[in-house]
């Protein structure tokens, strides 16, 4: 079975609404201050589960943080906390469609369209 996902076409949910240009920024911000917060040789040294919780809690502090402040609800929260953990510990945006029993096949086409 092949998925076919064309970003610019899906009708966005409430909780989606927060994919822009500040999201990305935010994400960017997260993922950079991340990686100056892990020490990334340990990162093979522990179970995946605790990895990603440690992550996550990570993840947390640094959106407590004075510059990080940015109202989420608590879905908004959770996507941002998977997407940035598929980012450091998967292959992004791929990740869930190689989650998903039901696809066999994956393509990419461009950036926005897999």
């Known amino acids: 079975m092949t998925a076919e996902l064309n970003v610019e076409s899906l009708p966005l949910r409430r909780s989606e609404r927060l994919v822009t240009e500040e999201y990305f920024e935010l994400k960017t911000k997260i993922h950079s201050r991340l990686?100056?917060?892990?020490?990334?040789?340990?990162?093979?040294?522990?179970?995946?589960?605790a990895l990603r919780a440690e992550i996550k809690s990570v993840i947390g502090r640094i959106l407590r943080e004075d510059e990080m402040?940015?109202?989420l609800n608590l879905t908004e929260?959770?996507?941002?906390?998977?997407e940035i953990l598929d980012e450091v510990l998967g292959l992004g945006p791929l990740e869930p469609f190689l989650q998903?029993?039901?696809?066999?096949d994956i393509?990419?086409?461009t950036y926005d369209q897999i």
């Open 35 to 49: 990686l100056d917060l892990l020490d990334l040789s340990l990162i093979d040294t522990l179970e995946r589960n």
């Open 69 to 71: 402040r940015v109202p």
């Open 77 to 82: 929260r959770e996507r941002l906390f998977e």
């Open 100 to 104: 998903d029993p039901t696809v066999s």
């Open 107 to 109: 393509l990419a086409n």
